[in-house]
């Protein structure tokens, strides 16, 4: 209802005229059959109990547009059946968004905690890197099946850092240059300071993920092994990734 701004089907008279739509405000009325065409296809005119909902643009004298929603203990009418295009403008002020998928096309900026309970995908180049202390593949380990009760290759470690990553789209791009079976080790324990290289007890804890549009860019990752002998080293080496532009 263009120059309106919400109403509903009232019941008491005492209200405002039963069979009438009735601007919240009381800036309008309109019989109830005007909203036949639109109300349920076509073929149902709103009675008596029925909640009404416009977006209004009040030319003749509001600052804003309005949009009222009531659902008087109904959730099915407290639904949006269009996409709500925000032509570049913000969303401000939310308590809480849900959605099956969120698709970003620019920067995202969070100021809290992000939960993600079914999928978020990064459209654009974007990268996850660092020490995610998970090595989540068979062969991301010295030993698979002696390693499956140790901290960084137990299965439910494994199988939440692959639901992460599946869950926000990230592509594992040492995986891609690197597949499986061959084996990637970024990280070697102190216990075996001695005889680290000839033992090769090493684990795949330093991650490259980045967004799909920016995969196919990366041309190539290195090791540097050789860092893991120097004096007083890390148990991690460095890992550098190069990404074509």
């Known amino acids: 209802m263009v120059g309106g701004k ?8 005492l209200l405002g005229t039963v ?9 309008w009325q309109t019989a109830a059959t005007t909203w036949s065409s ?9 009675t008596t109990g029925h909640v009404m909902a416009t977006l209004g643009f009040d030319i003749t004298g509001a600052t804003q547009p309005y949009l009222y929603r009531d659902n008087h203990g109904d959730p099915t009418l407290n639904r949006m059946n269009t996409a709500i295009d925000m032509n570049n403008n913000d969303l401000n002020n939310a308590n809480a ?11 995202a900026t969070i100021g809290g905690n ?3 309970s079914s999928g978020y995908a990064y459209v654009g180049s974007a990268t996850v890197v660092g020490d995610l202390n998970v090595a989540p593949l ?5 030993s698979h099946k002696q390693m499956l009760k140790v901290v960084s290759h137990t299965p439910i470690e494994c199988e939440k850092l692959t639901a992460a ?3 926000g789209g990230w592509i594992d791009t040492m995986r891609v240059l690197t597949p499986e079976p061959a084996q990637i080790f970024t990280w070697w324990s102190y216990r075996a300071m001695d005889n680290w290289l000839t033992s090769n007890r090493g684990r795949r804890l330093d991650h490259v ?3 799909d549009a920016l995969a196919g860019q990366v041309s190539k990752i290195k090791i540097a092994k050789d860092f893991r002998g120097y004096e007083k080293p890390s148990d991690h080496v460095p890992v550098t990734a190069t990404v074509e532009m």
Do not use: F, R
């Open 209 to 211: 993920w980045t967004s």
């Open 165 to 167: 990553q599946k869950a």
């Open 138 to 142: 068979e062969h991301d380990v010295w």
């Open 38 to 46: 639109s109300w349920a296809g076509g073929t149902t005119t709103p």
């Open 19 to 27: 069979g009438q739509v009735t601007g919240v405000q009381g800036g």
């Open 114 to 116: 992000i939960t993600v």
């Open 97 to 107: 968004v849900g959605a099956a998928t969120v698709t970003t096309t620019g920067d």
């Open 6 to 13: 919400g109403g509903a089907m009232l019941s008491n008279p």
